[in-house]
C-alpha cells in the first residue's frame, strides 16, 4: 500500500528566505506527483504536476523535482513572501489503468508560515 | 467560470438523519472525485466518477453513496450520518484521468456530526 509522507509537518520562515518541502513515498511505482497549496477554509489548488518520466518542473518562485528511484520529491520555494504561507501536499498518482483512476494517495501536508 | 461549486458550506447533523452533498462543476470535466479530510491528515478518496453514468468506490466508501446523471453534477449521500463521518468533504474534478491533468477543487463542506 502506498504511502506518502511530508516533512517537516510545519515550517516557520522569514520573509525573503529560500525553502525547501520534502514528500516521500513508499512504492516507486507512481504515474505522477502533484504538489497543491490549501489555504484555511478553502480547497486545494494544483501548483505542479510532474510525470514520473520527468525529474522536474518550474513554475515562477515554485520548482518541484522528482527522484522516483529514491522515492523522494522536493518543492523548492525561492524568495518566500508573507503571500505563501499555507498548507502544501503532495500526492502520487499509481500506474496502470482501470481501478487506479483518481486514486491519489495524499501527504499530510507541511504548513509553512512566512512572516515579515 | 465558476469551477467547482460544493454546497453547503457548512452542515451539523444528528446521528441517524441523511443529507446530499452537492457538488457542479462547469468545466466539462468527465473526471469527478469526492474526497475527505480529516484534521492533520491527508485526503482520502471516498468515490469517483470517470463519466456520466459511472461511479466506483474509493479508499472509504462504506457510509456514503453517489450517482452521477450529467456531466455537471456529483452528489454525495451520507444516509445514515455517524460521528467517524464528521469531517470536511471536497469536491474535484480533471480534464483526464489518473492525475494526467491537474484536480480542480471545490471549496469543501465542513460537516459535524453530534
Known amino acids: 500500500k502506498q504511502e506518502v509522507t511530508q516533512i517537516p509537518a510545519a515550517l516557520s520562515v522569514p520573509e525573503g528566505e529560500n525553502l525547501v518541502l520534502n514528500c516521500s513515498f513508499t512504492d516507486s511505482a507512481i504515474y505522477n506527483l502533484q504538489w497543491f497549496r490549501q489555504d484555511p477554509g478553502k480547497g486545494l489548488t494544483s501548483l505542479l504536476l510532474i510525470q514520473s518520466s520527468q525529474r522536474e518542473q518550474t513554475s515562477g518562485r515554485l520548482n518541484a523535482s522528482l527522484d522516483k528511484s529514491s522515492g523522494r520529491s522536493t518543492l523548492y520555494i525561492a524568495a518566500s513572501q508573507p503571500g505563501d504561507s499555507a498548507t502544501y501536499l503532495c500526492?502520487?498518482?499509481?500506474?496502470?489503468?482501470?481501478?487506479?483512476?483518481?486514486?491519489?494517495?495524499f501527504g499530510q501536508g507541511t504548513i509553512l508560515t512566512v512572516h515579515p | 467560470n465558476a469551477g467547482v461549486t460544493q454546497t453547503p458550506k457548512f452542515r451539523i447533523l444528528k446521528i441517524g438523519q441523511s443529507m446530499t452533498l452537492q457538488c457542479t462543476q462547469d468545466m466539462n470535466h468527465n473526471y469527478m472525485y469526492w474526497y475527505r479530510q480529516d484534521p492533520g491528515m491527508g485526503l482520502k478518496l471516498i468515490y469517483y466518477?470517470?463519466?456520466?453514468?459511472?461511479?466506483d468506490k474509493g479508499e472509504v466508501p462504506n457510509g456514503y453513496n453517489v450517482s452521477r446523471s450529467t456531466t455537471e453534477d456529483f452528489p454525495l449521500r451520507l444516509e445514515l450520518a455517524a460521528p467517524s463521518q464528521t469531517s470536511v468533504y471536497f469536491c474535484a474534478s480533471s480534464y483526464l484521468g489518473q492525475g494526467n491533468s491537474p484536480l480542480h477543487f471545490g471549496n469543501g463542506t465542513r460537516l459535524t456530526v453530534t
Open positions: 466518477s470517470v463519466g456520466a453514468g459511472i461511479t
Open positions: 500526492a502520487v498518482s499509481p500506474r496502470g489503468g482501470g481501478t487506479s483512476y483518481g486514486k491519489l494517495t
